[in-house]
């Protein structure tokens, strides 16, 4: 375990339930009895819900079992402004700029271009 998260006393002991269930489900992938794969199907989870709670434990022992904390925005707009979508709308639909290839100081790539278009149009 590379770092400890919260000790386990500093979890609710709803929390603490849900950590210990969780290691009880993932326990036989951990102990590598089981591949984390088999441990998904046995328990109905997708394999990645799995994967994750062992990357977790590992990580940061039981208390990285648990939920992870609550948003701090959850139940606020997180809507950009109006003004700001309509400026991204425009920017997006511009015309790219032409490279600096394009502005060279001779101008003579604008010059063999035209007579390029200019020949193949004859």
Do not use: C, N
Not at 62 to 78: F, H, M, N, V
Not at 94 to 105: F, G, K
């Amino acid at each position: 375990m590379a770092e400890a998260a919260l000790p386990l006393i500093a979890l609710s002991e709803q929390q603490r339930t849900q950590a210990l269930e969780r290691f009880e489900i993932i326990r036989p992938a951990v102990e590598k009895e089981l591949s984390q794969a088999q441990v998904a199907r046995t328990h109905h989870l997708a394999t990645s819900t799995v994967q994750l709670w062992v990357k977790q434990y590992r990580e940061k022992g039981l208390a990285g079992l648990t939920k992870p904390a609550k948003r701090s925005d959850k139940g606020k707009s997180r809507r950009l402004p109006e003004q700001t979508v309509t400026m991204l709308k425009g920017l997006a639909l511009q015309t790219p700029l032409r490279s600096a290839v394009a502005y060279s100081s001779s101008g003579r790539l604008d010059r063999q271009r035209t007579r390029m278009e200019t020949s193949m149009r004859r």
